[in-house]
């Protein structure tokens, strides 16, 4: 098993940044630098939707929606994955998830065996 907890969310003006953290442990963590780890968001009353993901040859991909604004990384000595948010517009107001996948495209929800608990992105205009 893998467990993930996500943390840095909170609230934050149109323009302003957020970095978000996802810390991973478990007894399988050592094969963790092996996973695609990723960030998904929910906006309410919505499907959770990817934001962006990175392999481990630090691959990485991300939705159109957030390209350019977002960067997503990985320290693998840590076991920690980041999430920089950088020009938040309202429409980014989500819980945000990271998972972990050991295999599968990295932007479907189904890939992913281990998902974090969510922590909440608010952007006011």
């Known amino acids: 098993q893998v467990q993930l907890v996500a943390s840095g969310g909170g609230v934050v003006q149109a323009g302003g940044s957020l970095r978000l953290s996802c810390a991973a442990s478990g007894r399988t963590f050592s094969t963790y630098s092996t996973y695609t780890m990723a960030w998904f968001r929910q906006p309410p009353g919505r499907e959770r939707e990817f934001v962006a993901a990175i392999t481990y040859f630090s691959g990485t991909y991300y939705a159109d929606s957030v390209k350019g604004r977002f960067t997503i990384s990985r320290d693998t000595a840590r076991n920690t994955l980041y999430l920089q948010m950088n020009g938040l517009k309202p429409e980014d107001t989500a819980a945000y998830y990271c998972?972990?996948?050991?295999?599968?495209?990295?932007?479907?929800?189904?890939?992913?065996?281990?998902w974090g608990q969510g922590t909440q992105v608010t952007v006011s205009s």
């Open positions: 998972a972990a996948s050991p295999a599968g495209p990295p932007h479907s929800t189904t890939s992913y065996d281990y």
